[in-house]
């Protein structure tokens, strides 16, 4: 008898709010990159689910200018598209879900027949959506993976009522909750960094470290599309999900196994020795035009008109958080996020504290490991060495990996293509636990409830610059040393 395995059976991939921004920029351009890489189930259909009424060669054009097509690829991407269907309907009519069953059903030959969706659709959506698929479009032969995307709620009470709300429906082994950071090579690469070099694990504690900074950095703002964005502020959209999951790979304990669910029970470990952010621990700010700026720049978050005059959201802040346990007790985790600043960056940098014993009358200056998440994914180290020749000075300097340079052969897929190969194989590892959400809800809830309560006014910053310059003072006050004098000079390949 012929040996079949998973990847042989028929897969349906349905995405619903297949009308909207997040499916035609980002998930049919993933689905069609790992279709065209041959990395799906060989016998997998797409259908496209949502409210407004279009043919899939409509799908196609709006997504065509997002699907980054090779010369050559043009075979391939007329398969790809004749294995798309496309279904209007509610979101809310049962009746509509037993007719996108049926459509599924028609090419679901054999005893075996997997299913995911995926829910690209406004939080507003979620329960009706979800309580259809689980009651119409269950799969009866295989398995039923679910896909959803942030806002995971706006505070410990809304996400544990989603959390409840998706338990009743679904285990925890069908629920995907994509945070794309986590589907980041050098994301990725933390555990490894940490677990696979006898390096850096002896070092890692409040022995020898001394603060460390996680940032994420974007140099435009809103645009247009405050609406979305003043509901939640800068906090709730990159602090709490991106930058908290960061910061549980970087402290979590080592996991027992590999296994997603031994590392997601370190996360969790680790984020249960958080204590709630006090208001000490915060500084928050929001953009200003910069009258001497170009386009956008010129305009601050208040004149978005979809931003009402008066909004206090952050669209910058600065958070201290405190690991209570042996290994971090009294290290600063510095986390950093704004929107229209001077660069694209994420990056963490953690910083070691002086040398003990100086015989170098002050001129040693820390060790910092900075991991670049983007742009330019790379690992330096950054050390003090003997000035090559006659003298006997110190300079600072790095062991350098930069991935450009190092793996000039290897392509970094995109985090969504990764995150959804894994839901297709069934690995969660790379995926936000109920039990995490709810340990960042109970971090982050009053922090955020203190700021809306108290009306408090973020520190205006100007469009285009590091953000405000208080939040400078405030992070040398956590430990965290800047000297301006370290000179990267890019090496000649
Ligand atoms: N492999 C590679 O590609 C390597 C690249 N480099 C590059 O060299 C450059 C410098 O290296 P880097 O490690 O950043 O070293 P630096 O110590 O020079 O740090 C520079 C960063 O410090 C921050 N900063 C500036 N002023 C202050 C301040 N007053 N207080 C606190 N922080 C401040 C700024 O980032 P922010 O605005 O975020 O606060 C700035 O980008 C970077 O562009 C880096 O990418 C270096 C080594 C290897
Ligand atoms: O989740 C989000 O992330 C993006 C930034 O993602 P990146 O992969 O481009 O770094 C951010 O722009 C957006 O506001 C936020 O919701």
Not at 29 to 49: E, Q
Not at 110 to 135: C, H
Not at 333 to 361: H, M, T, W
Not at 389 to 410: H, I, N, Q, W
Request: neutral net charge.
């Amino acid at each position: 008898m012929e040996n079949k395995t998973e990847f042989d059976y028929p897969h349906t991939f349905v995405l619903l709010g297949a009308s909207g921004d997040l499916a035609r920029k980002k998930i049919y351009p993933t689905i069609w990159y790992l279709y065209r890489d041959n990395l799906l189930p060989h016998n997998t259909k797409f259908i496209g689910y949502a409210r407004t009424k279009q043919s899939v060669s409509e799908v196609r054009e709006r997504c065509q200018k997002y699907m980054k097509i090779r010369p050559g690829e043009e075979e391939k991407l007329e398969t790809f598209w004749n294995a798309n269907n496309y279904v209007a309907g509610s979101y809310d009519g049962r009746i509509d879900y037993e007719f996108l069953n049926r459509i599924i059903s028609n090419h679901e030959k054999g005893p075996i027949a997997n299913r995911i969706f995926y829910l690209a659709v406004p939080p507003t959506v979620f329960e009706d959506v979800t309580v259809n698929i689980k009651n119409a479009c269950t799969s009866s032969k295989g398995f039923t993976r679910v896909i959803i995307e942030k806002p995971f709620g706006r505070d410990d009470v809304s996400s544990e009522k989603l959390s409840n709300h998706l338990a009743g429906l679904f285990i925890e082994e069908q629920i995907y909750r994509i945070d794309h950071y986590l589907g980041k090579e050098m994301v990725q690469n933390l555990m490894t960094i940490r677990f696979a070099n006898q390096i850096f694990n002896p070092a890692w504690n409040r022995e020898n470290i001394a603060s460390v900074l996680i940032s994420f950095k974007e140099p435009f703002g809103t645009e247009g599309r405050g609406g979305y964005f003043d509901d939640f502020g800068i906090i709730r959209d990159v602090m709490q999900n991106h930058l908290l999951q960061i910061l549980s790979l970087v402290a979590m304990e080592k996991p027992v196994t590999l296994n997603p669910n031994d590392i997601r029970d370190e996360k969790v470990k680790v984020l249960r020795h958080i204590q709630p952010i006090e208001l000490k621990d915060i500084l928050i700010g929001q953009y200003v035009g910069n009258p001497e700026g170009q386009g956008e720049e010129k305009l601050g978050y208040l004149d978005d008109p979809t931003v009402p005059g008066d909004s206090l959201t952050p669209t910058y802040a600065l958070a201290t958080l405190w690991i209570n346990n042996a290994r971090w007790q009294g290290v600063p985790f510095i986390l950093r996020c704004g929107k229209a600043l001077n660069e694209r960056k994420a990056e963490v940098r953690v910083q070691y504290k002086d040398v003990p014993g100086d015989i170098f009358s002050g001129h040693a200056k820390r060790n910092e490991l900075v991991i670049r998440v983007q742009p330019g994914e790379a690992l330096y180290l950054k050390m003090m060495s003997k000035s090559p020749g006659m003298k006997f000075d110190l300079v600072e300097t790095e062991l350098d990996l930069t991935y450009s340079a190092r793996y000039k052969e290897a392509s970094v897929p995109d985090a969504y293509e990764r995150l959804i190969l894994d839901v297709f194989t069934g690995t969660q590892m790379h995926f936000v636990r109920s039990d995490e959400l709810k340990e960042a809800w109970r971090v982050f809830t009053p922090i955020l409830k203190d700021l809306e309560d108290n009306h408090i006014k973020p520190v205006p910053y100007v469009y285009g610059s590091r953000g405000p310059k208080e939040a400078d003072d405030k992070l040398a006050g956590y430990d965290f040393k800047y000297s301006g004098s370290y000179k990267w000079k890019k090496p000649i390949h």
